[in-house]
């Protein structure tokens, strides 16, 4: 059972460090070494998946399993304190592990936040790497709308603290909303490759994927104004109502 550190003098903990520090170092972890803060290469081209719960995996053991402890507990911890207001102390006894455990995996609490970060964007980044081309672009468009207002009501927590980190952190701000910004514009551009499969030549696909997307990001914004199912139904409606506007290419003519 994991002891309470809250209990411990200053040498007891000091040598509950070391410890796990050396037990670390034997099992071969090195510091910082899931700290990256890369995106991948999905492509516009990639639509948007169903936001599934992933498929039972082999459970995590050894330092994959105290990394993955750590990065639960800082990401709770993130999200209902904010960066400022939490600390390695604090996630540490989260997690259940020593501090120098947690510095033993991440180099300090910037590069935790960064991980927790990627580790809550990792479903829209597996989203945009899905490849749904082989789906008629009438029902790829439909289920790309669809697909970002089930993803916003299912992880609204996680939406909540991206818009609240941005607004927060003066050092990560740069970061944080060119990192969100870069996935809104992959999924225009999913949206716009779709789009430019439905309508006639003349108008304008990415204008009316930006248009559709616009709309969408005002849902989000009003429903933290009015969270009543009537409002959540009708704004879907509305939507429903704008792509049933779209201009359709005449089947008839080559």
Not at 121 to 136: I, M, N, Q, T, W
Not at 232 to 246: G, H, K, P
Request: with cysteine.
């Amino acid at each position: 059972m994991q002891r309470d550190r809250s209990n411990l003098s200053e040498g007891e903990s000091a040598r509950e460090d070391r410890e796990a520090t050396r037990r670390a170092g034997e099992a071969g972890v090195r510091p910082g070494a899931n700290g990256s803060d890369s995106f991948g290469g999905a492509t516009a081209s990639s639509a948007l998946a169903v936001p599934e719960k992933p498929a039972p995996a082999e459970r995590l053991t050894g330092k994959a399993a105290t990394q993955e402890r750590i990065l639960v507990a800082a990401t709770d911890l993130f999200l209902s304190r904010g960066y400022e207001n939490t600390t390695i102390a604090q996630v540490a006894a989260h997690a259940e592990v020593s501090r120098a455990t947690v510095f033993w995996h991440f180099s300090d609490k910037e590069s935790l936040f960064r991980e927790c970060f990627n580790r809550i964007c990792e479903p829209f980044r597996v989203s945009l790497a899905r490849d749904f081309s082989s789906l008629p672009p009438e029902k790829r468009l439909k289920e790309q709308v669809e697909l970002y207002q089930t993803f916003v009501a299912e992880h609204r927590a996680n939406v909540d603290g991206f818009i609240l980190w941005a607004m927060e952190h003066t050092n990560f701000r740069d970061w944080l909303v060119r990192t969100l910004l870069d996935l809104h514009h992959r999924f225009g551009g999913a949206l716009s490759e779709s789009i430019a499969e439905i309508v006639p030549p003349q108008h304008d696909p990415h204008a009316i994927a930006m248009g559709i997307l616009t709309m969408l990001d005002g849902g989000l914004l009003l429903s933290y104004f009015d969270q009543s199912s009537r409002a959540t139904e009708l704004r879907r409606t509305s939507v429903q109502a704008i792509l049933d506007l779209i201009p359709r290419r005449d089947p008839n003519r080559a």
